[in-house]
């Protein structure tokens, strides 16, 4: 009997499972939903695929690494123990907006790459879309599975609300984030044919590394507008403006759908307080960034001695041979 070729549509379970491990798995991802911190709807929407709870951590776990990457150099370093979130989330700084933008981004990416690896029980490999040429084409490979990421992600977040101008505010950053990972898909293609003459490519759809998804949100960051509550005339309906003093200095900018936007004026983040530990102490880099991270303080150095491998060579065939290199660094860090 020859084996038949795969579709892309068979069941995910590859070992059989008895009654008693099937039980067990799902008390076991029930427990993680439960841990996290979900509404009632999005509770329920982990709970009813197991592979919901893995793809939430995974989610968090790569959403917090690249912020405190994207802000490693700033007074904000994207510390987020308990007390400081929960302090900053209840206001609307430009931190508030991206952390906002780059959760939702983590959870579509993740969502995504979930469904393609296999992980989900609710979707599997992307569709072909629509595409030009497509005598030269044949859709193959496992794409990331961005339509139905964005569908979840949607429902996970929930609607835009009209009522409440700060709920308009995090559900348009939400959707800031959702938006750059569309922009970052590519069509990757392999070639067939003879000879390499690609006669025929096999493609498929593939999001952008997340590292470039948040180098893209620190720079709307960068850019993010100050916004009020105004109503539209036409709808009766709340809407989000411009504040009345341009950021820019050239006139009033209305936000676009791809901008952060954000409600009220972070603090300095020099000094401890509920929505950071300060800069007291903080590491920072004498040519780059001590003047800024330190609030005019002054930075302490402290002279150390440190071992690094150097002077490394490729051996055949299959390792790398490194001298040990001893050298003095200093190292600045901010006084109190």
């Known amino acids: 009997m020859s084996a038949a070729a795969l579709t892309g549509s068979e069941p995910l379970t590859i070992l059989p499972l008895t009654t008693e491990m099937e039980e067990a798995a799902v008390k076991a991802h029930y427990k993680?939903?439960?841990?996290?911190?979900?509404?009632?709807?999005?509770?329920?929407?982990?709970?009813?695929?197991?592979?919901?709870?893995?793809?939430?951590?995974?989610?968090?776990?790569?959403?917090?690494?690249?912020?405190?990457?994207?802000?490693?150099?700033?007074?904000?370093?994207?510390?987020?123990?308990?007390?400081?979130?929960?302090?900053?989330?209840?206001?609307g700084f430009k931190e508030t907006a991206f952390l906002y933008a780059i959760s939702s981004a983590g959870l579509t990416h993740a969502m995504?790459?979930?469904?393609?690896?296999?992980?989900?029980?609710?979707?599997?490999?992307?569709?072909?879309?629509?595409?030009?040429?497509?005598?030269?084409?044949?859709?193959?490979?496992?794409?990331?599975?961005?339509?139905?990421?964005?569908?979840?992600?949607?429902?996970?977040?929930?609607?835009k609300s009209n009522k409440d101008l700060r709920a308009r505010v995090d559900f348009h950053n939400n959707l800031v984030g959702m938006k750059v990972i569309k922009a970052g898909v590519e069509t990757t293609c392999k070639c067939h044919g003879v000879s390499g003459s690609c006669t025929v490519r096999t493609c498929w759809r593939q999001l952008s590394p997340f590292h470039e998804i948040g180098k893209q949100l620190k720079q709307k960051y960068e850019m993010a507008l100050k916004v009020v509550s105004t109503t539209n005339e036409a709808t009766g309906?709340?809407?989000?403006?411009?504040?009345?003093?341009?950021?820019?200095?050239?006139?009033?900018?209305?936000?676009?759908?791809?901008?952060?936007?954000?409600?009220?004026?972070?603090?300095?983040?020099?000094?401890?307080?509920?929505?950071?530990?300060?800069?007291?102490g903080r590491k920072c880099y004498k040519d780059k960034n001590c003047d800024s991270i330190c609030c005019g303080r002054g930075h302490n150095i402290q002279s150390r001695v440190v071992t690094r491998p150097c002077?490394?060579?490729?051996?055949?065939?299959?390792?790398?041979?490194?001298?040990?290199?001893?050298?003095?660094e200093e190292v600045y860090t901010c006084k109190d």
């Open 32 to 91: 993680v939903c439960d841990r996290l911190k979900l509404e009632k709807k999005q509770r329920r929407m982990c709970r009813r695929d197991p592979g919901v709870a893995e793809t939430l951590m995974e989610a968090i776990s790569m959403s917090a690494l690249e912020c405190q990457y994207q802000f490693r150099f700033e007074r904000w370093n994207c510390s987020l123990e308990g007390r400081y979130r929960a302090s900053l989330l209840k206001r």
């Open 112 to 159: 995504a790459k979930a469904c393609s690896a296999g992980r989900m029980e609710r979707c599997t490999c992307d569709e072909a879309p629509d595409l030009e040429n497509r005598e030269a084409w044949q859709w193959g490979g496992c794409g990331d599975n961005l339509k139905y990421s964005n569908k979840f992600v949607k429902e996970f977040l929930g609607k």
């Open 237 to 280: 309906e709340g809407d989000i403006s411009p504040a009345k003093k341009s950021i820019l200095g050239h006139g009033d900018q209305i936000p676009r759908t791809t901008d952060l936007v954000y409600l009220d004026d972070s603090p300095s983040f020099c000094l401890s307080s509920r929505f950071s530990s300060g800069t007291s």
């Open 311 to 328: 002077q490394c060579q490729v051996r055949w065939c299959c390792y790398v041979e490194c001298k040990q290199c001893t050298q003095r």
